[in-house]
């Protein structure tokens, strides 16, 4: 399912750059466009209001990626793509891992009751997710002993609770990253600024406020990356803490079951 995300991240990216470069044309056209039009002469005061035209929302959004830079605003926008991916395919796991373990329970005991182990551990190979997982491999011990059940069941657990938490290191990578790879655009687009002025020879406020919009351009879009990744990291952690609470009280549940058949 990986494979799957990862190739959908990099369809993601090739589409985003050609949005880019259509983009990067288009405001090439409207330049050259608005350079050849010059502004007829009025003396009504009126007449010299501007009109004011809205923008879409998807063209402003490629307006300030151009701005920004398209060496760290794609760097970012990797970052949220390939972060996007990771987060949607741990939630996916999530939600299939998730097992109605009071059915579940009722199910093995029943089994147990009519056909023994044998046929508890052929429930557990029918159901999915962890839970029933966990259940089978204590299951396969049932000889040896509750305690050595048990111990297993914890074993187990662990396995099953690095397999829920794979890949969260690589999301709260990226969280960390793009913000980082905004300040670092900030930085370097406040050199530019500053060099800009350097070699104008006198500060202009045009060339300060256009470098200090462009740098900003870049911390603003890394922040919101990080706080859209942080979003799913920790609905992805909540889900993750449900579902071990989940696995240790059925684990103990079972483990009560087979102490009660292991008396009788």
Do not use: H
């Not at 579940?104 to 190979?125: H, N, S, Y």
């Not at 011990?141 to 509750?146: I, L, N, S």
């Not at 579902?243 to 058949?261: A, F, G, H, N």
Request: hydrophobic residues 50%; proline residues 3%; aromatic residues 6%.
């Amino acid at each position: 399912m990986k494979k799957v995300f990862m190739f959908l991240a990099v369809i993601g990216l090739m589409a985003i750059s050609a949005n880019i470069a259509s983009a990067q044309e288009q405001a090439a056209k409207d330049t050259a466009a608005t350079e050849q039009v010059a502004p007829a002469a009025s003396n009504d005061a009126s007449s010299l209001t501007p009109a004011t035209a809205e923008v879409p929302l998807n063209q402003a959004i490629k307006t300030k990626f151009i701005e920004g830079g398209p060496g760290f605003m794609a760097s970012i926008i990797l970052c949220l793509i390939i972060g996007l991916a990771l987060s949607i395919e741990r939630i996916l796991y999530l939600l299939f891992s998730k097992t109605n373990t009071k059915k579940l329970l009722a199910e093995i005991e029943k089994a147990l009751d009519e056909g023994g182990v044998e046929k508890a551990k052929e429930v557990c190979r029918n159901t999915r997710g962890p839970v029933a997982s966990i259940f089978y491999q204590g299951l396969l011990r049932a000889d040896q002993g509750v305690d050595v059940v048990e111990k297993t069941i914890v074993s187990y657990g662990s396995v099953q609770m690095s397999l829920m938490e794979n890949g969260l290191s690589w999301i709260s990578l990226f969280i960390a990253l793009a913000p980082s790879l905004g300040f670092l655009g900030t930085v370097i687009g406040m050199i530019m600024a500053f060099d800009a002025i350097q070699a104008a020879g006198d500060i202009s406020p045009n060339i300060v406020a256009g470098g200090m919009k462009v740098a900003l351009i870049t911390t603003v879009a890394g922040l919101i990356v990080a706080m859209i990744l942080q979003l799913f990291y920790n609905y992805i952690l909540s889900r993750i803490d449900s579902l071990s609470i989940d696995m240790e009280d059925s684990s103990i549940s079972l483990i009560d079951m087979m102490t009660k058949r292991q008396a009788k």
